[in-house]
């Protein structure tokens, strides 16, 4: 059964960065796109990220473009969320979801995604 698993959150001070993992087992995710949301408290979850199956397409919310950078190992199985400059606003559960198409279609909804892991904190203090 395909499990994600992200990783790698934390509190951090405003402007300071952080690198979130996401391990994918169960299958290789060698043909599906990847794509970060997150869920700010008290609001819904939205997109942040999306990066196709080959890795050569990204895609980026207009709140995070120029300082998080999304990528992929897919000999590991493993997808990453680079986030740098990190705002209070940043503050939210991030999650990694799989899509089957592959190509990031649709990717600012949840709908489009299969496969989600349990979460990550990232909490950032002004």
């Known amino acids: 059964q395909l499990q994600l698993v992200e990783s790698g959150g934390g509190l951090v001070q405003s402007g300071g960065s952080l690198t979130l993992s996401c391990v994918a087992s169960g299958a290789a995710l060698n043909d599906y796109g990847i794509g970060w949301f997150r869920q700010p408290p008290g609001k819904e979850r939205e997109a942040v990220s999306c990066i196709s199956s080959s890795g050569g397409s990204t895609n980026y919310a207009d709140s995070v473009k120029g300082r998080f950078t999304i990528s992929r190992d897919n000999a590991k199985n493993t997808f990453f969320l680079q986030m740098n400059s990190l705002k209070p606003e940043d503050t939210a559960v991030y999650y990694c979801?799989?899509?089957?198409?592959?190509?990031?279609?649709?990717?600012?909804?949840?709908?489009?995604?299969?496969?989600w892991g349990q979460g990550t904190q990232v909490s950032v203090s002004s």
């Open positions: 979801a799989a899509e089957r198409l592959g190509g990031c279609p649709r990717w600012i909804s949840i709908k489009p995604f299969d496969y």
